[in-house]
């Protein structure tokens, strides 16, 4: 489903992209093969794809994405609202998609990091962050990138430290910041 | 071993080749993997911390939609321990199988697994589990120092000259206890585990810095042969050391697996990651510092103790640098544990040294200011010739070049050393410094590497990459070697089936892996040029191998441009795939009688700003200069070091699990609560590799970054709270309250 951007976009991107996502291909398979008890239907639009699929009433956005829709890239932190790796955009507007029932979000545009470009043709926050090595272990990245995304077309000031306030619901335990930093403020000034 | 010089690619800030993978979501961790039929596991843990179950009910659990197994003590089915072992292998630091016994010992501990279809599912299950307890009063005690040890009396770390006297007998002296609280790790990365079982075989997607090791215990554990264990990390969402051994979770999702023959995740919840997979320990350290008139150290002694569980033994290990640090005469370390109802700690980034050095450098400042001597000058007036604990030299170091470089970049000479007595901007402004070391080392590793008749390379090594660039400086060491561009470098690691590859720990990967892929890419070149010589057809058949050389992916005859041939017509010619080679990188580490002390070094310098008005207290500036050997790819080396001033920013003014003594819980255990450093609090960050290659240590004389820069941050920072403030803060974090009281008083006495 989503996923199928992931293999197909690998032809593009160095060796280790092939090789890691020619390995995890296998594993990505249609979801949902059996139905499960307790589960309820519901149309999600993703990524401008939509998505009708059984899910458990109680799931989040996030865990739906995830576990359901197998749309990985979207990270778990704290299931809490407090770290931000989840961030997705609903109607343009970044949301902690932990925060939100997947069953309340039937009907809005909502984006994922997969959707915002994938490796040979990266969005330009996805390519000043490997530019500006806005990153390390790279698992909050997700989240930082979609929450920079949206960030730009918010009504911030020019500085550095607008970028470091808007972007601290999101919090890099590696430390990235500097460089998480450099990599918006390149693509505000492109803008 | 020949010392490599000069290169197109080592040293140079290279891109990592992993960027792409991870900005767009596709690189795969542990949590991400799927299979069909996968089902869901979640915990049930304890909400005692000292006790014994009386009743574990879940039938009402097993009744609920969806749920496949409820699993506890009688039907988890059987789990072993490790044996105990020398050496460097089958470590864990939580000994006791999960669910081994009905005795509670920490808050959190796994009573039970449910199992369901989803994870909803699985949790409402979890939750829906009835059980009481036999409740006994906790021991969560912060008091340290002064309360029972495991053992009759400290251990002696390390021991020269006569302290005792030595101490007495000093001019100028300084005697304080500092004590730093439980940290936790919290990598933004959820402690997982994907468990697949064929009837056979496991593999276990895993959430690893050290999936050999993870294997080796995993496959002791099950109670199955290695070989019937894979373990795979492919990315890894960092863990800072509470991620290199296994803990009781993974136990779990493997044991559910085994015994439903199905594919079972489990994801620990951040609220568990507080609980059950490690922490830094709480510690207290004495430190005494005895100096002459003019600042030379005659003694030091450092008397540390830190809190462990109540079945392992964890040692922080404080005494890590002290001994070799300073020039001293006279030298004392000891090092005590005490147990609480805590779950088991573990390494945490630079374990033992980054505090050792908080409260030796908060010593070595506060001993600064009894001397009236400016704290840059007593640290290179203290400068050893040699490591004075094993009486060696020292590989490379260069400590007074960091602090001398760093007094300049910071403007240290602008320094008034009066209290409160540096304003800009109508903010009152601290200035502090701290010296740091962390170890160099190499530890045992293998590679191989292939050359391909596409014109690729391929380097395969079980280590990981954690977030500090392997993936990528793995690539340069083999395009530096073959001439092989480094985007025609596939680099295969975090898979335990490969050549067994160093702990993402220590530092060492980097020290420890190059070599061996250094050499392995040279035995891959001797191999091509085998087939240069032996094959019909090649231009250089019935050469001998000395008369040919490997110059940027061709073959050629020594020194002659003219004929060479690309690396990849001379497997074509020879009608083969590939060609390869292995390397071996022996170790260092923990080595009986050493004949060099292997360091790295550093200074630290930061500035904080002060309002009393509001008692707003911001870290401003923080300059840094490391001495780590050779830096073989300074973009993801610069971002360790500045990724390590931010967590030393939150260890000084953040950082503390607390655990309510009533029950054991950890109750800040979200991340709103245990507050870390987030963007806005990140100060101007200027980072200064010196460069200076250690030949001593592999060839290409590099050592590591991913400890150091938490090294001496701390102390960094409270010696410049103290300069703005005059409050010397000697128990982390710096809270506002320490800052209300008047000028000149100290927190915590000796």
Known sequence: ?191 | MDQVTESKVIGVATPRIDGPLKVSGSAMYASDHHFPGLLYAWPVCATISNGTIAHLDTAGAEKMPGVVAVYHRENIGKLYRVPPSTGFTLILDEKRPPLEDDTIRYYGQYVAVAVAQTVEQARAAAESVKVTYNKEKPDTGEKLLGTPLTTDKPDEKSKRGDTAAALQAAKVKVDAVYRIPVETHNPIELHASVAVFDGKKYTLYETSQAVVNHRDVMAQMLGVPTEQVQVITRFLGSGFGGKLWPWPHGLLAAACARNLGRPVKLVVSRQMMFESVGHRPAIDQRIQLAADADGKLTAVQQDYVNHTSMLDDYNEGCGEITPFLYSTPNLLVTGGLVRRNVGNPTAMRGPGAVPGLFALESAMDELAIALKMDPVQLRLKNEPALDESLNIPFSSRHMKECLTVGSEKFGWAKRTPEIGSMKRDGLTLGWGMAACSWLAARIETEATVELLQDGSARVACGTQDIGGGTYTVMAQVVSHETGIPVNRVDVVLGDSSLPPGPISGGSWVTASMTPAVLAASQNAGKALVLAAIKSDGSPFKGKKPEDLELVDGTVRLKGQQQGAVPMAEILRIAKVNSVSGTGKSDSTFGAAKPKVSFHSYGAQFAEVTWQPEIARLRVSRVVTVIDAGRILNPRPARNQIEGAVVMGVGMALFEETMYDPRSGAPINNNLADYVVAVNADTPEIDVTFLDYPDYQLNALGARGVGEIGLAGIASAITNAVYHATGVRVRDLPVRIEDLLVPANRTTHLA
């Open chain 1, 1 to 191: 489903m989503g996923a199928a951007g992931v293999a197909t976009a690998a032809t593009a991107v160095t060796p280790l992209a092939v090789s890691a996502a020619i390995a995890e291909t296998q594993e990505r398979t249609v979801p949902q093969a059996q139905a499960i008890t307790g589960t309820m239907p519901v149309t999600l639009k993703v990524n401008g794809q939509s998505h009708s699929v059984q899910i458990d009433p109680r799931a989040t956005l996030l865990d739906t994405l995830r576990e359901t829709l197998h749309l990985t890239g979207t990270k778990k932190g704290c299931d809490h609202g407090q770290c931000g790796a989840c961030t997705v955009h609903i109607n343009g507007r970044r949301v902690n998609s932990c925060l939100t029932f997947a069953g309340m979000q039937q009907n809005v545009e909502i984006t994922t990091i997969e959707g915002l470009g994938q490796p040979g043709h990266l969005h330009p926050m996805q390519e000043a962050f490997v530019e500006h090595d806005g990153f390390q272990c790279g698992y909050c990245t997700s989240g930082q990138i979609m929450s920079a995304v949206a960030m730009v077309k918010e009504p911030w000031g020019t500085l550095d430290s607008d970028v470091k306030e808007a972007m601290s619901g999101n919090i890099c335990r590696c430390g990235a910041y500097p460089n998480i930093v450099a990599a918006v403020q390149a693509v505000r000034r492109m803008a």
